[in-house]
């Protein structure tokens, strides 16, 4: 039996290790954050040019994404596990179900995300630096000689440190380690955790500066009589979260039944498919960071926003199914953004005399409801909007909202996404195994 002093010494050499794996993980995450903005800029950029040529001007756009796309499913195909969020082998590693990623997986996610995501795709930055911070955990541990059990510690700590870092949330990436991929609070993994997160995104903004994601004016607190409608939202964004999982799933499955096509050459059809799009609206591809920042800034009409609503419904799906190194999290957020535009213009057309300050409140709401009804992390999705916005006057009516739309998808019986997900992962996993062993 372990005596409480050998226990202490360990959980001080955890934590440790943790500091010293929190600042790789900011270095690499700021790193990461800092070539993606200047890719995206560089891609509004393009486009601007692109639009100058005239009609040969639409064939740039289509052909970029589709390079990226394509670069980013040859880096996966070299290093399967850099495929797809990276957050569903965390909580397999995690749950014991499959092993730490190596170390190739952080140059795989770093350059396989960028091409991919700076290039146009629906996707998020959080997946790679979720994956690569767990990735240094878990060798860090390795190195050290700990025991399995803390190199898990270590690499479930680390991921929440690279959310952190990709969301400038030091509070929501520690939640998102305890909520979402341990399911607990435990001392040995809580403490390590926020450690780790703080050392990360003190390194991080070294690199990015401490301004929050999204710049939000003042937005006034809603009334307490108005608390109704934010449920009436939640159970609505519900039923938004349980479609725009499945639409995840049944789009990865719909591209991986066409077998006679490789997959390299799949992703680079749904490159050019999302560059055409681009190529129409910048805001229809990305991650949504710009969208959503745009969205608060009153800046998009509600015509475009319902459009770039649908369109993103579709193809950030199908843009994760591409199969590329990046995450489903930040255009979630931007989908989720748009839908509370689009429901209080609703609620706008039905009460012409309802609050106008409401606007901003049920866009703040909808990203955190939508986040809560496909990942079933709601607390994490609550604090990473608050602390991406640095707004916490909503934090009554978002607690409603999210609260419904999580027991909406609770009821459906729809398993959270990144649970599907790894299932999907680990009968992968097995299939090549048996491949192999033939």
Not at 334 to 339: E, I, S, V
């Amino acid at each position: 039996m372990t005596s409480p002093t050998t226990d202490n010494q360990g959980l001080v050499r955890l934590c440790v290790l943790a500091v010293l794996a929190g600042c790789v993980t900011g270095v690499l995450g700021g790193a990461f954050r800092w070539c993606l903005d200047h890719l995206n800029r560089w891609r509004f950029e393009m486009l601007d040019w692109a639009d100058g040529l005239g009609a040969p001007g639409w064939f740039i756009p289509v052909a970029v994404t589709a390079a990226g796309a394509a670069f980013g499913a040859l880096v996966s195909h070299l290093v399967p596990t850099a495929a797809g969020s990276g957050i569903q082998h965390v909580e397999a590693v995690e749950r014991g179900e499959a092993e730490p990623a190596p170390l190739r997986v952080v140059p795989a996610r770093f350059f396989g995300g960028l091409a991919a995501i700076g290039s146009g795709l629906i996707l998020g930055r959080e997946g790679p630096t979720v994956h690569m911070g767990a990735a240094v955990g878990s060798e860090t541990g390795r190195r050290a000689g700990l025991d399995e059990y803390d190199v898990r510690v270590m690499q479930t700590s680390l991921s929440g440190a690279g959310l952190a870092v990709a969301f400038t949330a030091p509070v929501g990436g520690a939640l998102f380690a305890l909520e979402e991929v341990t399911h607990s609070f435990r001392t040995r993994v809580v403490v390590p955790t926020i450690l780790a997160v703080a050392a990360a995104v003190a390194c991080g903004h070294v690199i990015l500066g401490d301004r929050p994601d999204f710049l939000v004016g003042v937005v006034a607190a809603p009334s307490i009589t108005l608390l109704p409608v934010f449920v009436v939202f939640g159970l609505l964004s519900g039923l938004v979260g349980i479609a725009y999982g499945r639409a995840v799933l049944g789009a990865i499955n719909a591209v991986r039944g066409i077998t006679r096509v490789p997959a390299i050459a799949k992703a680079a059809i749904i490159g050019a498919i999302v560059g055409g799009l681009m190529a129409i609206d910048a805001d229809a591809a990305g991650g949504g960071d710009n969208l959503a920042q745009q969205i608060f800034d009153g800046s998009v009409v509600l015509p475009v926003v319902a459009a770039l609503f649908l369109v993103r419904f579709v193809a950030g799906p199908l843009s994760y199914a591409a199969g590329t190194p990046g995450g489903l999290f930040a255009p979630m957020l931007a989908l989720g953004a748009l839908w509370g535009v689009l429901f209080a213009a609703g609620l706008d057309a039905v009460l012409p005399q309802s609050d106008s300050t409401l606007r901003d409140a049920l866009v703040l709401a909808g990203m955190a409801a939508l986040f809560g009804a496909v990942v079933r992390a709601p607390l994490t999705g609550m604090v990473v909007v608050m602390e991406m916005s640095a707004t916490t006057t909503v934090a009554v009516p978002m607690l409603a909202a999210t609260a419904a739309a999580v027991l909406v998808a609770h009821l459906s019986g729809t398993p959270p996404v990144y649970d599907s997900l790894r299932e999907q992962m680990l009968a992968n996993d097995a299939g090549r195994e048996r491949g192999a062993g033939n």
